[in-house]
């Protein structure tokens, strides 16, 4: 069974950092063609897509947020790190974990985590 | 372009078919995948690649790409169908793209 869980603080103010983690379980991120990433969405607004890590540590940035964001990897923790610096109030969000799989036509995200609320306010 | 494009709501009367559209160069070369979202929910992949649907997905829905554009087909829509789509693609160095969404609703 595949599971993706998040964990994040519920409250950030603006300028801080915001560490999300990603638990997993029933796969391994060493596993060939195998990634986790990070989309986010808010309420009445697109899911957006943030950073991706995959199982030979390539890694993948949401060109509009790239300098802020970085995407690490615990293979042995099954756990991945999603960093995001200077936060503001437009990041309130919830933010999803999920993995990107390797459908033999190209990738796509097969499980998700329940997502993790973050709010960005002084 | 890398961008996705989408109606942002469709509507259809229960039981009829009903087609979800997403236009974008992206597609020329990477077939549209389709996630259904429920507020309070996880997306759902409901269409994984070309016509390709994941296991426990009901038959009624299916997905094409042709040229710059990909659909998703409920076929005899039913009320637990309304939600969010959004359809996914990739660019050409596999950056994630996703489009504005559609919501859509079942009457």
């Known amino acids: 069974q595949i599971t993706l869980k998040e964990s994040a603080p519920t409250l950030v103010k603006p300028t801080q950092t915001l560490k999300l983690t990603c638990t997993f379980s029933g796969f391994s991120l060493s596993s060939s063609g195998v990634g986790v990433g990070w989309v986010r969405q808010t309420p009445g607004m697109p899911l957006e897509w943030l950073a991706l890590i995959y199982w030979d540590n390539d890694k993948r940035y949401s060109p509009s947020l790239r300098s802020r964001l970085t995407i690490t990897k615990d293979t042995s923790r099954n756990l991945v790190v999603l960093t995001v610096t200077n936060m503001e109030p437009v990041d309130t969000a919830t933010y999803y974990c999920?993995?990107?799989?390797?459908?033999?036509?190209?990738?796509?995200?097969?499980?998700w985590g329940q997502g993790t609320l973050v709010t960005v306010s002084a | 372009s890398s961008e996705l494009t989408q109606d942002p709501a469709v509507s259809v009367a229960l039981g009829q078919t009903v087609r979800i559209t997403c236009q974008g160069d992206s597609l020329t070369h990477y077939s549209a995948r389709w996630y259904q979202k429920r507020p309070g929910q996880a997306p759902v992949v409901v269409i994984s690649?070309?016509?390709n649907r994941p296991s426990g997905i009901p038959d009624r829905f299916s997905g094409s790409t042709s040229g710059n554009t990909g659909s998703l087909t409920i076929t005899g829509a039913q009320a637990a169908d309304e939600a969010d789509y959004f359809c996914?693609?990739?660019?050409?160095?596999?950056?994630?793209?996703f489009g504005g969404g559609t919501k859509l609703t079942v009457l």
């Open positions: 690649g070309e016509n």
């Open positions: 996914n693609s990739r660019d050409i160095s596999g950056i994630p793209l």
């Open positions: 999920t993995r990107d799989f390797w459908g033999g036509d190209g990738y796509y995200f097969d499980y």
